[in-house]
């Protein structure tokens, strides 16, 4: 895979050297697919977020995104068929906002949140992590963060905590643990209070509550195969480029990329959509090479682990194939994510069989961990009779051995007894994920080992 992603850049910076400036010759179809390839790479990540975000809204029944304003969901991501999203977590529910920094800072406000997980998710316009915070830094919360743009010069307010953004335009995902289904309405208490309000506002309360104004749904790529780069038209209309990737914007404009609100491909030259589109085919195919090697499995275990947010900054290609999995991806002293689709023979998980998890210890965590099961190779989360998709360490019936070590059976049948301890699973092939939530330093530092995958019939 390395050699195919090196032949490629290889050969788009060859494209790039001997092209010359579109005013004085014409781009070859080859010029535009390979410039076009690079930019969808760029670009994916941004699209892929709003395209997420935009089927849960048009779920809920909404027609346009707010921006500068908290949109809470109202429940867990249920299972569902194929079309569900991918890998959906059943720890935490999510609400996400829109920032617009440009005009002035905004204030974001945190209750006081008690013997709950929660964790706050800042993101550029670019969906790279500007800072991720929660629990173990604040606490029970209850304060008020200052979120400023790169421009912002002004004062804020004294004793204020401030995060600084690169962009003018950016993310916050805030996530709260759901204990169980009875734990709804107080869940979203605790939602209702988290709310963004200008800065001008905050501090003088009496001034008139602002227009708010709206961003529009995003297409699935399948839909429309230009629209990942209108996104990213639109928010080079005003954001800078990430200073390592800054030079990709001189490729951008050479494909007509500017951040022009008249931005239109489908009315350039025939053959300009044609190079554009192969690039797209091309990109597509890079990203689901980058996704089938996005995990790192340097453990030589069963278990492979996911890459945090941090690791990620630097490498376009690994960010658009985990976009298309984890929306924003935590940081690692936020949360690691471990996955497996193979037993300890390195055989396919696969539902016709039973395996059983045996942990000496329970992997050590300051928040909770859990453990999740998906189809494979699509990672969805199937509906089962059960009605069961998920073992929490919180769990009232998980029990524990006399000796502290834990016992879990993942099958596809009931079994006859310790039912608080068995995970349903799809009956074809299948992964499982466990996910650790403020994860202690023996897993942050790889020193903790999770347990083979054992079948047991």
Not at 137 to 158: F, S
Not at 211 to 238: G, V, Y
């Amino acid at each position: 895979m390395k050699k195919y992603i090196s032949v490629t850049l290889l050969a788009l910076l060859s494209a790039m050297a001997h092209s010359q400036p579109a005013t004085q010759a014409k781009l070859s179809a080859e010029d535009i697919k390979l410039m076009a390839y690079q930019t969808y790479v760029f670009a994916t990540p941004i699209h892929e977020f709003h395209r997420a975000i935009s089927a849960i809204d048009i779920a809920l029944g909404k027609k346009q995104r707010p921006l500068n304003k908290m949109v809470h969901s109202p429940i867990m991501t249920p299972a569902g068929g194929k079309k569900g999203l991918c890998c959906p977590s059943q720890d935490t529910v999510y609400s996400v906002a829109q920032l617009n920094l440009l005009a002035e800072p905004i204030v974001i406000s945190i209750p006081s949140i008690k013997d709950r997980y929660y964790s706050l998710q800042f993101s550029n316009s670019f969906t790279i992590n500007m800072a991720h915070i929660g629990l173990r830094q604040m606490g029970e919360g209850d304060r008020d963060i200052v979120l400023v743009g790169p421009q912002w010069q002004q004062p804020t307010p004294q004793g204020m905590q401030v995060i600084r953004f690169d962009t003018n335009d950016g993310l916050v995902g805030v996530r709260l643990l759901l204990k169980d289904q009875q734990d709804y309405p107080a869940l979203r208490a605790v939602q209702r209070q988290v709310s963004l309000t200008p800065l001008s506002r905050y501090l003088d309360p009496s001034l008139k509550t602002q227009e708010i104004q709206h961003m529009r749904m995003a297409k699935h790529w399948q839909e429309d195969r230009f629209e990942t780069l209108r996104w990213l038209n639109h928010f080079l209309a005003h954001n800078p480029m990430p200073t390592h990737d800054a030079g990709l914007r001189g490729l951008f404009k050479r494909l007509g990329i500017t951040g022009d609100p008249a931005f239109e491909p489908t009315e350039l030259p025939a053959y300009i959509q044609e190079g554009l589109n192969e690039g797209r085919m091309l990109a597509e195919k890079m990203i689901t090479l980058r996704n089938q090697h996005r995990l790192d499995s340097s453990s030589q275990s069963v278990w492979q682990q996911a890459q945090g947010g941090k690791e990620q900054r630097y490498d376009n290609l690994l960010r658009a194939a985990t976009t298309r999995y984890a929306l924003l991806p935590s940081n690692k002293e936020e949360a690691i994510y471990f996955a497996s689709k193979v037993d300890s023979d390195r055989a396919t998980l696969n539902g016709a069989a039973s395996y059983s998890l045996h942990f000496d210890k329970a992997p050590p965590v300051e928040g909770f961990w859990s453990l999740t099961a998906y189809s494979s190779p699509d990672s969805r989360l199937l509906k089962n009779a059960y009605n069961k998709y998920v073992i929490r360490d919180r769990d009232p019936n998980l029990t524990f051995n006399n000796d502290g070590s834990l016992d879990l059976l993942l099958s596809s049948k009931k079994p006859d007894s310790n039912t608080g301890n068995w995970l349903p699973v799809p009956e074809g092939n299948f992964a499982v994920a466990i996910r650790t939530y403020l994860p202690g330093q023996p897993i942050i530092e790889g020193n903790y080992a999770f347990p083979d995958i054992v079948r047991t019939k």
